[in-house]
C-alpha cells in the first residue's frame, strides 16, 4: 500500500503527556491548514479572503438553530499565536521551511470578523461568521472555529427545544459526565444556559460562567449508609439550604414516607425538603404517587425533581400526561445532542482578493460572495422571512450579522450571558408556532436575493474557466 | 414555581471569561460531588470505599468495546488537588463550611487503582476501573473520572470497527473540527490511533502523543486560485514531499486528467504526486474512473484517497463495490460516535467500609462487590467466555483488571502508544468471527460467579432491612 506510508512523519521529539490544558494552543488544528500556508506563504498569496460558517441542512429535528460560542471564537481570534516551543516542536518535524516556521511565530490574527449575535436564530445557508483577513491567517482559524461554534450552537439549539417543551419548569444540565470531554461539558452547560436553562451541575461552567449550579444527590450517599433514613437525615443536616433527597435508590414510594416521616423533626432543626428526585422506574406513575404521599403529609412545597434519560421528547411526553414534576435535570441526550450529535456546517472561501469564489463539488455547491442576512417581520413581531443576499446589496428589513472585530481587535466586551438568554427568549417568542414544534418538521423561508442570484450564475459561467485552467 | 429557586447559589465573583485551559481543574465536577462530600466530612465517613466503571449494556450496533482513557484517568487522579483559588471561590458561593474548605483544600487522591489496561476488549458489567480510596476521594472523581474514560472508549470502539471495515488500508482521524470541542478532538485522536488508525489530521494530537499526522488541501485553496492547474502545480512545488492533490472541487474527472498532464513537469522538478483525494459525489464511480485515468497517464502508484461523511458501514460498501480505494479520512459520524454517541455506563459504590453494597432502582440493579473478571481462550487463542466474579472468588482464566495505582501512586510510566495498538490489534484477533462482524450483533458469553450470585442474593435480603431503615 503506497499511501499507508502518506504523509507521516518521522517524529524527532517524545511525545508529551502531561495534564492537557491546551484547549488554548492554536496547534489545535488540521495539519493542511499548516501546508496550506506553507503554500501561500512561498506563493505570496496574502491578499484579502472572506470566509463564512454556514449550516447547509438543518438536521431532520430541527426546525431552527440558535448562533452560539461567537465569544469563544472571539477569544480564540484575540489570541491566537504560536508559541516558541511549538514552533520548535514545527520545526523538527521535517515539514516546514525555517522562513515559514518565522513566519508562523510572527502570525497573528489582524482581521475583521462579522457574525451573529449569540443567541440569533438562524436558518440554512445563513452565515454565522464571516472572517475577512490576509488568507493565510483567514485559513488557518477554519478548525477551531467550527469546533467551537458548531459544538455550542448544536447545543443551545436543542436545549431550546427543551425549554419550549417545558417553558416554566426548572431545567438543570447533568450532562458533565457523558460529555465528550471536559470542554464539551463546560461549553455545553453554557449552551444549555443561553437557551434558557436555569443552571448546571457543573462546578467549573458556575466559577468560568457565573451560572447558576445546581446539585443533589447521588445513590451512592444513600448506599454508603447502613440505611436510608439515616442518609436522609444526615444529608439534610449538613445542607444550608435548598436540599434534595434522591429517593429512587431501593422503593420509591417507601422512600417518599421515609420523607414525609423526617420532615418535621428535621423542620424543628430549621431544615425544609425543597425537593425530592426520581431518577428510574416510570416518572408519570411515581411522581403522581410521590406528590400524592407528599401533599398528604402536609409536603405540599416540596417539589419532585426528575432525571434519567431525558430530552425534550420525554419531557413532553411527561408533561403531557400531567406528571406533577417541577424540574428536570437533562443529561446525557443533551450533551451529546443524541438525535443530531453533529451540524452539517462549512467554513468556505467566499471572496478572495476582491474576487468571489464558489464551490462546485457534487452535492455541495455553495452561495458565492460575502453575504448578510436581511429579516423581515409580521406585524405582530413574529418572523415572516429572511433575505440572504450580498453585503453590497442593501435590503430592507433587520440585517442579522454585525461586525463584531475590526483589525484584530473585539469592538465591545463580551456579551453579559443574561443579554444573550434574553436574546434567545425573545426570538423563540417571535418564531412562528410552526416552527416552535418539537415534533413536526416546519420550514422557514429563507429567500435569496436577486444580486446574489445574478452573482452565482456569472460564476456558473467562470467555472468552466477555472476548470479549464 | 417554589423549585425554580433550587439550590442557585448567590455568586458573588465576577465570571471569568478567560480563554479555557482548565481540563484539569478539579472544579470539573458535579455540584453533587462537593455536596455529597461536606456531609460525609460532618458525619467523620472516611473509610475505605470501592467504585467500579463499567457499561450495563452495550450500544445496538456493537458487539464488543476497547476499554480506553486510564492513562488521562491516572494522570487527573495523580494530579487531583483543589488549588487555593478555587477554594476561596468555592467559600464565596456560601454553600460550604470554612472547615470543610480546609479539607477540600488538603485533599489528595491516596487509593489504589485496578483496571483494564487500555486495549482491552470488554463486555458488559465489567469493570473497567476500580477505585478503592476513603470514601470523600473516591466519590469527587467520579464525574471526571466517567467523562474521559466513556468518551475514548466510545471512540476507539467504533474505531475498531473502521479497522475491521478496511484492515489493510489507511485510516486517517479527520474529527477535530466537528468534535465536541477542544478534548474531544485532542483524545479522539489518540482514541483512533489506539484502535489502529494510521494517524490523526490533528497536529496537537502528533505534538501530545506522537501520532502520526496527516494533510491533503482543502476546497479553499483551489478556489483561492485563479485556475485549478495552477493550485495544483504550486501546491506542489511548496511541499517536501507526500503531496496529496484534491480533485473535486470543481469536476473529480477533469481534474484527474489534470494531475497526469502536471505529472512529468513535477517529476522533473522532483516531486510525485502521492495521491489524489476525493471528498464527494458517488466514490464507487469517481474512484474506478479516476483510477483509469491515472494508470492510463502512468500514475499507477498514484494512491486515491477519500473522505466525506464515511463510516465503517460507507467504508464496507465502497470496498464491496471494489472501489479502489487505498485510504480514507474518517471524521465527523467517526468522532461524534453518531450511531451511539454515548455508553450506557455508570460509576457505583460497590463496598463500603468492608461491606458491599447494591443499588435497586428500577431497571439499574448493579452487581454488589469487587469484582474481577476472568477470561477464557479456545485452544486456538480465540475468546471463549468471560468469568466475573468477586475478587475474592480465585478462579481460573487470564485475571483482566490490574492494578495501576497504589496509595495514590501510578505503578508504572505511561504504556507507549505503540503497546496499547499491539494489544487492541491482538485481542481483534482473538475475537470470535461473529463479533467482528460490523453489521449483524452477536453476543459474547459472559458468566457470573457462583461467588457473586451468592452475594448478590444476600443483599437482596439486606435491602428490606436498608428500606426499612
Not at 323 to 335: E, H, L, S
Amino acid at each position: 500500500m503506497p499511501l499507508n506510508e502518506l504523509g507521516a512523519p518521522q517524529l524527532l521529539t517524545e511525545p508529551q503527556t502531561e495534564t492537557m490544558n491546551d484547549a488554548s494552543s492554536t496547534l489545535l488544528t488540521d495539519l493542511y491548514q499548516l501546508t496550506m500556508l506553507q503554500a501561500y506563504f512561498l506563493e505570496g498569496m496574502d491578499e484579502i479572503a472572506s470566509f463564512e460558517l454556514f449550516v447547509r441542512k438543518l438536521p431532520r429535528e430541527r426546525n431552527f438553530l440558535i448562533a452560539a460560542g461567537l465569544e469563544q471564537a472571539v477569544q480564540f481570534l484575540e489570541n491566537l499565536r504560536i508559541t516558541e516551543a511549538e514552533c520548535e516542536w514545527l520545526a523538527e518535524t521535517g515539514q516546514f521551511r525555517p522562513e515559514f516556521i518565522d513566519f508562523l511565530a510572527k502570525l497573528r490574527f489582524t482581521g475583521d470578523v462579522d457574525a451573529l449575535p449569540e443567541g440569533t436564530v438562524f436558518f440554512p445557508d445563513e452565515p454565522i461568521i464571516r472572517v475577512t483577513a490576509p488568507l493565510p491567517q483567514a485559513q488557518l482559524v477554519e478548525t477551531r472555529l467550527i469546533n467551537l461554534i458548531q459544538f455550542q450552537t448544536m447545543i443551545a439549539s436543542k436545549a431550546a427545544r427543551c425549554v419550549l417543551a417545558a417553558p416554566d419548569k426548572l431545567l438543570v444540565d447533568f450532562g458533565l459526565r457523558r460529555a465528550h470531554g471536559a470542554e464539551a461539558g463546560l461549553l455545553g452547560a453554557r449552551a444549555c444556559y443561553i437557551a434558557g436553562y436555569s443552571g448546571s451541575s457543573n462546578v467549573l461552567a458556575a466559577q468560568r460562567f457565573g451560572i447558576p449550579m445546581y446539585g443533589t444527590m447521588a445513590h451512592s450517599y444513600v448506599m454508603a449508609h447502613d440505611d436510608e433514613r439515616t442518609a436522609f437525615e444526615r444529608f439534610a443536616c449538613s445542607q444550608p439550604d435548598d436540599i434534595v433527597l434522591l429517593i429512587d435508590t431501593y422503593d420509591t414510594e417507601t422512600a417518599a414516607e421515609k420523607v414525609v416521616e423526617l420532615a418535621p423533626a428535621l423542620a424543628r432543626q430549621g431544615h425544609s425538603i425543597k425537593a425530592v428526585r426520581l431518577d428510574s422506574g416510570d416518572l408519570v406513575t411515581l411522581s403522581k404517587r410521590v406528590r400524592t404521599i407528599l401533599d398528604r403529609g402536609g409536603l405540599t412545597s416540596t417539589g419532585i425533581f426528575a432525571s434519567g434519560d431525558l430530552d425534550e421528547h420525554a419531557i413532553e411526553r411527561l408533561l403531557a400526561a400531567d406528571a406533577p414534576i417541577d424540574g428536570f435535570g437533562v443529561g446525557t441526550r443533551m450533551i451529546t445532542s443524541v438525535d443530531a450529535p453533529y451540524l452539517n456546517c462549512a467554513y468556505k472561501l467566499q471572496e478572495y482578493a476582491g474576487k468571489p469564489r464558489r464551490k462546485y463539488s457534487q452535492g455541495k455547491q455553495t452561495w458565492p460572495g460575502c453575504k448578510q442576512v436581511f429579516r423581515h417581520y409580521q406585524a405582530d413581531g413574529s418572523l415572516h422571512h429572511d433575505l440572504l443576499t450580498l453585503v453590497s446589496d442593501r435590503q430592507d428589513g433587520e440585517p442579522l450579522l454585525q461586525t463584531v472585530m475590526q483589525s484584530g481587535r473585539r469592538l465591545a466586551a463580551a456579551e453579559p450571558l443574561q443579554t444573550v438568554r434574553e436574546r434567545v427568549a425573545s426570538q423563540i417568542e417571535q418564531l412562528p408556532e410552526a416552527l416552535r414544534a418539537i415534533d413536526r418538521k416546519a420550514d422557514y423561508r429563507v429567500e435569496y436575493g436577486l444580486a446574489l442570484k445574478a452573482l452565482a450564475e456569472r460564476m456558473a459561467a467562470t467555472r468552466h474557466a477555472a476548470m479549464r485552467g
